[in-house]
């Protein structure tokens, strides 16, 4: 039997496999499988199809909601998003305005899917004088984490990202899915599939742990004061 790991639901298209292929579509979605259009159920999903889906891309709201109870005050709030994602930065867009229309909250969108685009959406960060800045979930945005907390720094922009990895880098706050725990469920998975249940049979699991991760060594850099019971609440507070 041969799995075959999809962690990228964008670049790799689900893929309907015969009953005679003895191939395993194994995927980890940062996003709501059935609004990517991966599969029409999340308990029984059919096929050679299961995983685990860390739904990411619907908690941009909660990390959106979290980024004003750090600046209450805050007039503008930019959210930095990849359009060449698709269709996550669609519905990323989607989740993020309708939220912030909700409350009041004017946002702005930077778009970045190269590196020169990460350094002229700051650019135009500054320009705007934004208060705050989320940056969205994407691959591409964690592969250039340095970059961004670099940048966040230099700006003096308090950020809120989606993964540890970016506060533990020097980023100022993260909010996201316990990532070991989402590949914990995924050997769960192949272990029950190669004791011979049916892929498709088994329902996509959710995330069961999420962490919020604030670093207090970034926030006293930049000067920020932050709500005691925000720190209270915090999983992990990096001195």
Do not use: C
Not at 57 to 79: D, G, H, I
């Amino acid at each position: 039997m041969r799995f075959r790991y999809l962690s990228r639901v964008k670049t790799l298209p689900s893929t309907i496999v015969g009953p005679r292929v003895n191939t395993i579509d194994w995927r980890d979605s940062g996003t709501d499988p059935i609004r990517s259009g991966l599969v029409t159920s999340l308990s029984r999903p059919g096929g050679n199809t299961t995983g685990v889906s860390t739904f990411h891309v619907e908690m941009e709201p909660k990390r959106l909601e979290l980024l004003r109870e750090l600046r209450p005050n805050a007039r503008t709030t930019a959210v930095l998003v990849n359009p060449g994602n698709i269709p996550r930065a669609e519905i990323q867009l989607n989740d993020i305005q309708t939220a912030a229309r909700s409350v009041g909250q004017e946002i702005n969108i930077l778009n970045a899917s190269t590196i020169r685009d990460i350094d002229a959406a700051f650019a135009k960060l500054v320009q705007m004088r934004a208060d705050a800045l989320l940056v969205a979930t994407d691959a591409f945005f964690f592969t250039r984490a340095p970059q961004l907390v670099v940048l966040a720094a230099r700006h003096a922009i308090p950020t809120l990202y989606s993964r540890r990895e970016f506060a533990a880098a020097g980023g100022l706050m993260s909010y996201g899915p316990n990532i070991n725990d989402s590949y914990r469920l995924l050997g769960v998975y192949a272990a029950r599939i190669l004791k011979g249940e049916k892929p498709g049979d088994l329902p996509i699991q959710r995330p069961t742990k999420f962490e919020l991760v604030i670093n207090l060594s970034t926030a006293r850099a930049l000067g920020l004061d932050l709500p005691p019971l925000l720190i209270a609440r915090a999983d992990e507070v990096i001195e």
